[in-house]
């Protein structure tokens, strides 16, 4: 039996940790603490159950992260009383943010403990604010069956909350009095003797979420009918768009065949965002625009584009020069999406349809027809021109710049390639070079905050007994985050890393305040003299210093099969924003 009877604290923790593993929980991940010692335990001792140990909160967060960004499943989040739980605080803003379920376990000191100048005490109630989904103190453990049954049901509530109506986080801070260790209480052997497991746990099922799921599904459907009606009314415009924005989808073909079917019975074009799935699923759609931040900068295009009507697929693309035309234009604009949030940050003439694409797109026909409007087609002739132009100066390039680097990428990774791409330039460098392809390769990304924080460890969550993974990243990004390299060895799968080493944060080359020396290189590029080889050599780590574009090339296809290993390419970030300064505006 699963359940530990030796004290109070043991029988506690080991009802929760079996009451979340009937849920559904398969990982846990756990930061040392002498407070949170009966959770540890539990989790450690659980035969279901990965327990993976990680020293640094900020990067354990983020790995759980990672890990839960990939599964949609939540995972639990360990630490002990005190600052700890405060280093979870980036990952939790990132998890609201972006839709991911996250069960946070914070031990604590009991009531009589607080607000005394007991050690390693703080006020962890509402530690983070108003992000959680649902949050909660849990009673000090007590061995009575019915108080047993309280914090079952409440489990389930917390699993629940986590998942439903929307993917969040859900924080339960968990007192604890001494005995923390494992000593055997005599009295216990009463509680055993009363105790029924089978009884106990048998009306938990890790459906419980699937039933909140069907219920959802049956909700959303209500509202098929008003999409029919205005699939009608969109039929009317001829010069309307699709807008595909940042999206990450657990099942990314039947993303895009919703996409491409509500494309071809509207004759839409279909403008893809580099972190939605979209561009890697090319044979799907056949009104695909990839290169309409560069198309857009034309300004004589931009205005003979103005589209009637925008239907936009969850948030905005990245791309500013897009933002700042639809502000510029203010068309009507619907958005699909099946979250609570305001998405229009633009504050146009919006209407939400909140439900998913997939649901609503599942009754469409598609017509067999040979008419396209001559807007449909200036959009697409545009886009083969502009890639064009694109593919000839990228085969051109013999020197190392950051462009090429994802233009090479997107052709070159092995099919199904999971890439977690690092905020500030890397995600943009993708926006305007990542080439439409048939590769499946799955995007990944913080987005939900936009920091640079936890961008390793959010990565080795992702690719954590997953197939093997790629991540891009500049250098500040990864030097943010090196303690996520402690990581290492718990770590199973592997993780190329391709780190674009630019000398500081070239994000910033792109801003006003570049042109303002002596201040600018010291406190916003910020360049930091570390030595990747040796640094990889600390934390074991392999190592590559990539000297042409063959040896990159190289490298990408095949990936290992485990370990990690960085290639590091150094570019000039000066020359890059002077070569996109000057070259953006030409393509089209």
């Not at 600052?83 to 605080?89: E, H, I, L, M, P």
């Not at 132009?389 to 199904?416: A, C, R, Y």
Request: with cysteine.
């Amino acid at each position: 039996m699963p359940i530990d009877f030796r004290n109070t604290n043991t029988l506690w923790a080991s009802i929760l940790v079996e009451t979340l593993h009937h849920l559904g929980l398969t990982t846990a991940v756990i930061c040392p603490g002498s407070r949170s010692t009966p959770l540890t335990l539990a989790f450690a001792q659980h035969p279901h159950i990965e327990a993976i140990p990680i020293l640094d909160e900020r990067s354990a967060a983020f790995f759980a992260l990672g890990m839960a960004k990939r599964t949609g499943l939540p995972v639990a989040l360990v630490c002990t009383s005190g600052t700890a739980g405060a280093n979870f605080y980036p990952a939790v803003i990132e998890a609201k943010e972006s839709h991911v379920p996250l069960l946070v376990l914070t031990a604590d000191r009991p009531p009589e403990l607080r607000h005394c100048h007991a050690g390693q005490t703080i006020d962890q109630l509402k530690l983070y604010g108003n992000y959680p989904n649902w949050q909660t103190e849990i009673a000090v453990p007590d061995a009575a069956i019915a108080m047993l049954a309280y914090l079952r049901q409440t489990l389930i509530h917390a699993w629940e909350r986590s998942l439903f109506p929307t993917p969040g986080v859900v924080h339960l801070n968990l007192p604890f009095r001494e005995p923390l260790a494992p000593v055997i209480s005599p009295e216990m052997e009463t509680v055993q003797s009363l105790f029924d497991f089978n009884r106990f746990f048998a009306a938990i099922t890790s459906g419980t979420g699937k039933k909140a799921l069907s219920l959802s599904s049956i909700s959303a459907s209500s509202q098929v009918g008003q999409f029919l009606n205005l699939m009608e009314e969109w039929q009317c415009y001829q010069r309307g768009i699709i807008i595909a924005g940042v999206a990450h989808s657990y099942h990314p073909q039947d993303y895009c065949q919703s996409i491409a079917r509500l494309s071809q019975v509207l004759h839409y074009p279909v403008l893809a965002e580099a972190l939605s799935p979209l561009r890697n699923f090319a044979a799907l759609n056949p009104y695909l625009v990839c290169t309409y931040d560069l198309i857009l900068r034309n300004p004589s295009l931009a205005a003979q584009l103005t589209p009637d009507i925008v239907i936009q697929i969850g948030e905005l693309p990245t791309s500013k020069q897009l933002r700042s035309w639809l502000e510029n234009i203010q068309p009507q604009r619907w958005i699909i999406d099946p979250h609570s949030e305001n998405l229009d940050a633009l504050h146009g003439q919006t209407i939400h349809l909140r439900t998913s694409l997939e649901q609503l797109t599942d009754s469409l026909k598609i017509a067999a027809t040979d008419t396209h409007s001559e807007y449909l087609l200036s959009w697409c002739e545009l886009e083969t021109k502009v890639r064009q132009n694109i593919d000839k100066t990228m085969k051109s390039i013999e020197t190392f710049i950051e462009g090429k680097i994802v233009w090479l990428m997107s052709q070159l990774l092995p099919k199904n390639t999971p890439v977690f791409i690092a905020n500030s330039m890397p995600v943009r460098d993708a926006e305007f070079f990542w080439r439409a392809n048939n590769y499946h390769i799955i995007p990944y990304f913080n987005r939900g905050a936009n920091g640079i924080d936890g961008t390793l460890s959010t990565a080795l969550g992702m690719a954590h007994h997953y197939q093997s993974s790629v991540m891009l990243t500049g250098d500040l990004a990864l030097l943010h985050d090196t303690n996520g390299f402690l990581i290492r060895p718990k770590f199973r799968g592997h993780l190329t890393i391709i780190l674009i080493n630019n000398g500081g944060g070239g994000i910033f080359e792109m801003l006003p305040i570049a042109q303002f020396e002596p201040y600018f290189e010291e406190y916003f590029a910020t360049p930091q003299a570390v030595n990747f080889k040796s640094l990889c050599l600390t934390y074991g780590i392999e190592y590559y210093l990539i000297r042409n574009w063959a040896e990159f090339q190289q490298l990408l296809n095949p990936l290992p099969q485990t370990g990690i290993r960085i290639l590091e390419i150094n570019t000039n970030r000066k020359f890059d924003a002077e070569w996109l300064k000057n070259n953006l505006g030409n393509f089209s």
